[in-house]
């Protein structure tokens, strides 16, 4: 969609176009409610300062929406569009690294009670392993933050691919 486009959308149609980038209701009319805006740049600056930042409750919301790393959603929605396309890093035909990726899943949910969120998109699978793995060592709150700069580095990356000049 042009910028012109989403600054002349509806309200609810912006707020739609906004939506599967993340779904944390605050952000989408925050960045919805400030339109226009003169420039692409402006628009990202804008999410990203919007997003900073997510609600532990925003976070969780969130997080219900993403699939686990290397696991490639399969619905037609927006979203899992972008996910597959985010993921295209993780080649599920190189049996080592899924099986790593999905041993380092099935522990991160059991130490942390969610599924395992990093900005998947640039990274190649072995990067995501290494960062996952490390991840395992974090504590809690610690992991609290880094999930919630991830969530953000994924909304205004997902926006940024959605909103041309």
């Known amino acids: 969609m042009k910028l012109a486009e989403f600054n002349k959308a509806d309200p609810?149609?912006?707020?739609?176009?906004?939506?599967?980038?993340?779904?944390?209701?605050?952000?989408?009319?925050?960045?919805?409610?400030?339109?226009?805006?003169?420039?692409?740049?402006?628009?990202?600056?804008?999410?990203?300062?919007?997003?900073?930042?997510?609600?532990?409750a925003e976070v969780e919301a969130a997080m219900a929406h993403h699939p686990r790393i290397g696991e490639r959603p399969t619905a037609a929605s927006a979203e899992a569009s972008m996910s597959r396309s985010e993921q295209a890093g993780v080649?599920?035909?190189?049996?080592?690294?899924?099986?790593?990726?999905?041993?380092?899943?099935?522990?991160?949910?059991?130490?942390?009670?969610?599924?395992?969120?990093?900005?998947?998109?640039?990274?190649?699978?072995?990067?995501?392993?290494?960062s996952l793995n490390q991840r395992l060592g974090n504590a809690p709150e610690e992991e609290d933050t880094i999930v919630a700069q991830q969530l953000r580095e994924i909304a205004v990356l997902r926006l940024e691919g959605l909103i041309s000049e």
């Open 91 to 130: 080649d599920p035909s190189d049996t080592g690294v899924a099986e790593a990726l999905a041993r380092g899943n099935r522990e991160y949910e059991e130490k942390f009670g969610r599924v395992f969120l990093i900005r998947a998109a640039g990274r190649t699978a072995p990067q995501i392993l290494e």
């Open 12 to 56: 609810a149609a912006a707020q739609a176009t906004l939506r599967p980038c993340i779904d944390v209701t605050r952000w989408v009319e925050a960045v919805a409610g400030a339109r226009p805006f003169a420039g692409r740049a402006e628009l990202l600056e804008f999410a990203a300062q919007a997003a900073d930042p997510f609600t532990p």
